[in-house]
């Protein structure tokens, strides 16, 4: 069967998939951002005023990155494209948790934590420098290095792709995002009409906007549960079971 034809999986997921891996939400009580103020480190106003503030914060972020492993919901969404199913993810997350499980169309939304970018020009991109980015490491037009990260209040520049990946699903599978972030959370209406769309969150009652099919399981549960049927069925479908 051509590549074209295979049904085609979009996952959009948020800072909840990465939560049983031990990476902090950004809404939660306890989360990353609580002792963090977002204006503070994730802003271009943040780098302006105290770029070595931002660059500790990121190195922090990178630090539980690595020290995080995939978990069952990242697992089965990779273990899904081993069946036939065309799978592409388009994440809001700047870890490489869908990459470590195995997962090979990964959109990163805002940006990618292991990554360094030019401060002028966003398509010069770069591995990490050893040690992190520092204050004086500079790109090929000799400006300053900051983190490869979509900040609040900047454009999102791979947004555009992300629309045309959604318009293309036969199921959009959303997982662990408030959907409060703009224009991420949009991206739901670039979805087919006709294509079913879930979202899989332990608040997913309060947050899915209308005619999305809510599944309020932690990610870990929820996501493996689709998958078992999916690859049982070699379909995409919504489990009435499930939802029960
Ligand atoms: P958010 O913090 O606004 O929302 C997280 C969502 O995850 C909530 O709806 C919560 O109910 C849900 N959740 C909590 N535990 C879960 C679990 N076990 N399974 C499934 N869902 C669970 O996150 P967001 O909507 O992704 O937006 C936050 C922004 O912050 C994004 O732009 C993202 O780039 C960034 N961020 C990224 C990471 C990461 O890379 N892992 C972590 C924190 C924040």
Redesign the pocket.
Known sequence: MGESRQPHLVVFT???????SG??????SD??WADHPVEEVATPGAWRRDPARVLRFYDARRDQVRRARPNPAHKALAALETQGFRVSIIT????DLHERAGSRRVLHL?GE?LKARSTVDPRLRYPLPRGGIRLGDVCDKGSQLRPDVVWFGEAVPLFADACELAAEADLLLV???????MP?ASLLEYAPFDAPCVL????AEA?APPGVTRLSQ???KGVPALVRHWRREGRLWVPETLLE
């Open positions: 948020g800072a909840g998939i990465s939560a049983e990476i902090q939400t950004f809404r939660a989360g990353l809001q997350n700047i870890d805002h934590v997982v662990g995002t408030s959907l409060a972030v991420a899989v969150d332990p608040e947050l932690p990610a870990g």
